[in-house]
């Protein structure tokens, strides 16, 4: 039989830290509300939380590398609504806060989630915030959970 690895969506002691960025927080404020809602339901306690806000999502990389830097947390869960614009400044902003999310989870060996919305219109960031189309800080979130738990079965790096 192979052996299977694979994280339960059980949160142990470890603290969290998430990452929102204020711009556009009718639609941010959300995605942290599902953000903090799984991490409660998930058996995270209040003081095992600590929630970052940035101006916007440009700057979600930078306070997330300090986060990583600072030891105290399993994940870091990333937060933000990009929305298109009449420019193309969306996609520069898009391409390298993914990017440099990536690179942190490399950089620092932490799971660092991507929770920041890359949407066309309002309508379709308030789908993915809490709307028809669920809520990207819920999703985020678990994916988080799922992580350190993963990699607590598959034991440290050396
Ligand atoms: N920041 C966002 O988080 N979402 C956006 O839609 C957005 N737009 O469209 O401009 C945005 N811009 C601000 C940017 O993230 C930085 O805060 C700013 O450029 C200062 O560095």
Not at 92 to 101: D, F, P, R, S, W
Request: include cysteine.
């Amino acid at each position: 039989m192979p052996q299977v690895l694979s994280g339960r969506l059980i949160a142990g002691s470890e603290s969290y830290a998430i990452v929102v960025a204020r711009f556009n927080d009718l639609i941010t404020q959300r995605l942290l509300d599902g953000a903090v809602d799984t991490l409660l339901r998930h058996g995270v306690g209040d003081d095992q939380i600590t929630v970052a806000w940035v101006p916007g999502s440009f700057e979600i990389p930078l306070a997330a590398d300090r986060l990583a830097k600072t030891g105290k947390y399993a994940a870091i869960i990333c937060l933000g609504a990009v929305i298109q614009g009449q420019t193309t400044h969306h996609e520069y902003i898009n391409h390298q806060v993914a990017a440099a999310i990536m690179e942190l989870n490399h950089q620092h060996d932490l799971p660092v989630t991507f929770g920041v919305l890359t949407c066309q219109s309002m309508e379709q960031a308030l789908d993915r915030a809490g709307g028809k189309a669920g809520n990207k800080g819920h999703e985020a979130t678990l994916a988080a959970i799922e992580m350190v738990q993963l990699l607590k079965s598959i034991g440290p790096s050396k």
